[in-house]
């Protein structure tokens, strides 16, 4: 009975080995790395029942990635996902400081239904396992970062740069996007792209199509091809590229040439002294300071502001005071009747004003008279009970309409 117990228990051991190798991924330094997370290996999850059937709904889902213990990611990694409708990539390029393992943990978010699950994913930055001292950048400008993070994509981009350079050993070294060199957020529109630059490395040095980019008439036929608009594919003289894929041709102007077969020996260490200062003699610090004329710099900062504040003074002194009519000419400019009315409002509102106080025994206001007429210039009649307070004018023939 010992033997099946031993066997079941070097199978489960087993089992999880081969779980733990799957979910083991490496990364080369100075290789590129690129590990994409598929929705539908997570759709099944959020259904369970489903795969019983066969059918599993199409939720949109997303992905947040970080790493174990941090809120971001490692700094070589990065993460990109369009919408909940597409797969995420995780991709980079690790350097000598990454090494090690990098444990990413991974949320899933349905956003149908706002459940979640968390994975993870082991990343292990090993050293490199060959050296690429040539390699050579390429820019893309018809395609988004996510387009080109494909093996497929990839594998066809690989193709096109091996005919140029002529040799099967490539490897890519690293994919950017154009935005995170700086470059414009493209248009919302259908025909507008990022832009991706590539970087393949090799072995073997460079072919005679690709020294051609550091020859002179290229360099001078790509600042003209600047100055003009729509030079995105004008083709120049040493322009050997190929691409099966129309959106995988490459704007041969914006190439580079990398060589590190070479590298430059990195500066000198300085040199630690002692931290005791030589001697030199004492110190002689001077006896009196060399004479020194303040008076532009008292004109700078006290008389002119004072000048000028004077004068935009008089300025406003002579708007305000000087510019002024007076009643005199404004009422010989007024018309007599306004003024007569502008006078009774006045007086009319002053005894008003006094009526306020004392009510008894007062003669009745002048506001109650009627007003003179402004035709004839007669005054109305001393205050009566009979007389209304607005005399109605009579107007001869006031009924002109034919009665019935």
Known sequence: MAAPQHWALLLAVCAASSVVAQALRTAPIGQFF???????????DFHPVSKIYGSVPNDPIEFKCNKQFSPDLPAWLRFKQRNPYDNGFLYGTPTEDDKGKNVIEITVINRRSYETFEDSEIINVIPRAK???????????????????????????KQDVQKMWGVDDLEFVNITSALDRGGLVPLPLAG???????????????????????????????????????????????????????????????????????????????????????????????????????????????????????????????IMCCRREGLDKRDAMTPDLQLYHHHTIVGNTCELRDLAETREGMPPPL??????????????????????????????????????
């Not at 970062?145 to 981009?157: G, R």
């Not at 004008?234 to 490459?250: E, G, H, R």
């Open 367 to 404: 506001s109650t008279v009627p007003m003179f007429s402004t035709r004839t210039g007669e005054s109305a009649p001393p205050y009566s009970d009979s007389i209304p307070l607005i005399m109605a004018q009579q107007e001869p023939n006031v009924d002109t309409f034919p009665r019935k």
């Open 192 to 318: 507008h792209f990022e832009g991706v630059y590539v970087k393949l490395g090799s072995e073997t040095y460079f072919s005679k199509c690709l020294l051609g980019v550091g020859t002179t008439q290229h360099v001078r036929e790509c600042d003209a091809l600047d100055k003009m608009p729509g030079h995105t594919f004008a083709k120049v003289t040493s322009d050997c590229s190929k691409c099966t894929v129309a959106s995988n041709c490459v704007q041969w102007c914006r190439s580079t040439l990398i060589d590190l077969s070479n590298p430059e020996p990195p500066p000198p260490v300085p040199t630690v002294g002692s931290g005791i200062l030589e001697s030199g003699g004492d110190f002689d610090p001077p006896e009196s300071l060399p004479p020194r004329d303040f008076f532009p710099d008292y004109i700078a900062t006290v008389l002119f502001p004072f000048a000028l504040a004077l004068l935009l003074f008089l300025l406003l002194a002579y």
């Open 131 to 157: 050296l690429m001292p040539f390699q050579a950048e390429f820019f893309i400008p018809r395609r988004d970062i996510e387009k080109v993070l494909p093996p497929s994509v990839q594998y066809d981009i």
């Open 34 to 44: 690129v590990f994409e997370i598929q929705r539908e290996v997570y759709q099944a």
